[in-house]
C-alpha cells in the first residue's frame, strides 16, 4: 500500500536555506494532507495543513503547497534552522478520521 | 500544554501473552485512535474511537485487538494473543473533533510505547 510516498527518505540543508520536503500520493479521493514533525522518543507533532480545495496555506517559516494535478504536495520550511532536525512525514485523510502517512524524511540540518 | 500521555513507555512480553497499552487523551478530546509503526516502516493507522465505539478499523486490527475507554480518562489497546510480528511502536492519538469537520481537527499523538515481542 503505497498510496502516500516520501521519496527521500533523508535531506541535508544547512542553516538559514530552504528546506523543501516533498511527498506525492495516488489518491485523488484525498480531501486533506497534514505535516507532522517527529523527534526520537517522541510521538508525531502536528506542523501544518492544507485542504484540497487549496494550493498553499502559511504558518509562520512553514509553507504547504498542493498540486493537485500532479497529486503532489510540499513542505517549505525557511529558513530552517537546527532545531529543524526531525523526521517529518506527509499524511493524507480518505474522507473518513483516519490519517494515512508517508514513510518520513529525515531532515538535518548542519550549522 | 495539554498532552497526551501513554504508559508503558517500553513493555516487553513473550509470545501469545496479553498485554494492554495504556492512553490518557487530552480531557476535553471526544475522538481517540491508535496507530502502530512497525521499525523502519510507516505509521499505520489501526482504530478509531467515538462515543463508546468503534468509528473505524483497519485490516490490521483483527480480533486480537480490541480497545476500550474503561474511565472517563483513559483510553486503552489490548492484543489478547500477541505475535513477535505485533512489535512495534504504538502510538494513541486524540482530537477535540473527527477529521472531517474541518474544525479543532488536528490529531495530537502521544509519544508512543514500544512492545518488544519475545
Known amino acids: 500500500d503505497q498510496q502516500v510516498k516520501q521519496n527521500s527518505p533523508s535531506l541535508s540543508v544547512q542553516e538559514g536555506r530552504i528546506s523543501i520536503l516533498n511527498c506525492d500520493y495516488t489518491n485523488s479521493m484525498f480531501d486533506y494532507f497534514l505535516w507532522y514533525k517527529k523527534y526520537p522518543a517522541e510521538g508525531p507533532t502536528f506542523l501544518i495543513s492544507i485542504s484540497s480545495i487549496k494550493d498553499k496555506n502559511e504558518d509562520g517559516r512553514f509553507t504547504v503547497f498542493l498540486n493537485k494535478s500532479a497529486k503532489h504536495l510540499s513542505l517549505h520550511i525557511v529558513p530552517s534552522q537546527p532545531g529543524d532536525s526531525a523526521v517529518y512525514f506527509c499524511?493524507?485523510?480518505?474522507?473518513?478520521?483516519?490519517?494515512?502517512f508517508g514513510t518520513g524524511t529525515r531532515l538535518q540540518v548542519f550549522p | 500544554e495539554p498532552e497526551v500521555t501513554q504508559t508503558p513507555s517500553h513493555q516487553v512480553t513473550q509470545m501469545g501473552q496479553e498485554v494492554i497499552l495504556r492512553c490518557v487523551p487530552i480531557?476535553?478530546?471526544?475522538?481517540f485512535y491508535w496507530y502502530r509503526q512497525i521499525l523502519g516502516q510507516k505509521v499505520e493507522f489501526l482504530v478509531s474511537?467515538?462515543?463508546?465505539?468503534?468509528?473505524?478499523k483497519s485490516e490490521i486490527f483483527d480480533d486480537q485487538f480490541s480497545v476500550e475507554r474503561p474511565d472517563g480518562s483513559n483510553f486503552t489497546l489490548k492484543i489478547r494473543s500477541t505475535k513477535l510480528e505485533d512489535s512495534a511502536m504504538y502510538f494513541c492519538?486524540?482530537?477535540?473533533?473527527?477529521?472531517?469537520?474541518?474544525?479543532?481537527?488536528?490529531?495530537?499523538f502521544g509519544p508512543g510505547t514500544r512492545l518488544t515481542v519475545l
Open positions: 480531557s476535553n478530546h471526544l475522538y
Open positions: 499524511a493524507a485523510r480518505p474522507l473518513t478520521d483516519k490519517l494515512i
Open positions: 492519538a486524540s482530537s477535540e473533533a473527527p477529521l472531517t469537520s474541518g474544525v479543532g481537527d488536528e490529531q495530537f
Open positions: 474511537f467515538y462515543n463508546n465505539e468503534i468509528s473505524e
